[in-house]
């Protein structure tokens, strides 16, 4: 069956510290990758999108990797900040159009 | 900027009632998408409308509907409520047209049912 997994339901790391947060996907062959941060009770909110062809793309302190091959993302958040602190879902879509299948998600803790 | 525009913000019904949740896209934005999310649950996708056509189909109940109107402006119509709706329903909008695939989603509308 198919299932999208992240590395952790909960992170807790250091001010200042890099997070690594890791997506792993199974009987997909997803087109595009997605993460997004949802706060409690608010929607989520788009941050990177990366395509099959594409290894890696950075924005400001964000950074996500794509291994098609180890069917695996990564998703580093440098110099990281206690606003940091929110639940991260990785997500896959087939086709521009298509519906996005979000992982369970990682809620991530920056301790000052 | 516009952002995504969900209408009620909360909503209480009793069981085997209706409701209808609406969803105002950003505008210029050509699909729609409705995703369900319960308690400690990632967001689960019910049914999305592309050009006010349905484009997809996910794990939606029969006992609700949707469709998309010509303004783009989309309603979730959903019937015999029972106590497993108690949700939070979100809307999304994207631009296929512009070739922008990320999906821009609004403030979610928290249905409880009692």
């Known amino acids: 069956s198919q299932k999208i997994e992240q590395n952790s339901e909960a992170l807790n790391i250091q001010e200042g510290k890099t997070a690594t947060l890791t997506c792993n996907y199974t009987?997909?062959?997803?087109?595009?990758l997605q993460w997004y941060r949802q706060d409690p009770g608010r929607g989520p909110v788009f941050l990177l999108l990366?395509?099959?062809?594409?290894k890696e793309k950075r924005k400001e302190r964000l950074k996500v990797t794509f291994d098609t091959t180890l069917k695996q993302s990564l998703f580093h958040i440098t110099a990281s900040q206690p606003a940091d602190s929110a639940t991260y879902l990785c997500a896959l879509s087939y086709s521009s159009a298509s519906k996005i299948i979000f992982g369970s998600g990682t809620r991530l803790s920056i301790r000052p | 900027a516009a952002g995504v525009i969900q209408s009620p913000r909360h909503l209480i019904k009793e069981k085997r009632e209706t409701a209808t949740l609406k969803c105002y896209p950003i505008p210029r934005h050509d699909t729609v998408y409705w995703y369900q999310q319960g308690p400690g649950q990632d967001p689960q996708f019910l049914i999305s409308?592309?050009?006010?056509?349905?484009?997809d189909k996910g794990s939606i109940p029969d006992r609700f509907s949707a469709q998309q109107f010509s303004d783009y402006h989309s309603e979730l119509n959903m019937s015999s409520l029972e106590l497993g709706d108690s949700a939070l329903y979100f809307c999304?909008?994207?631009?296929?047209?512009?070739?922008?695939?990320?999906?821009?989603f609004g403030p979610g509308t928290r249905l409880t049912v009692t």
């Open positions: 409308f592309y050009e006010k056509m349905q484009s």
């Open positions: 990366i395509r099959e062809n594409e």
């Open positions: 999304a909008s994207s631009s296929q047209s512009s070739g922008s695939y990320e999906q821009y």
């Open positions: 009987n997909y062959s997803p087109a595009y």
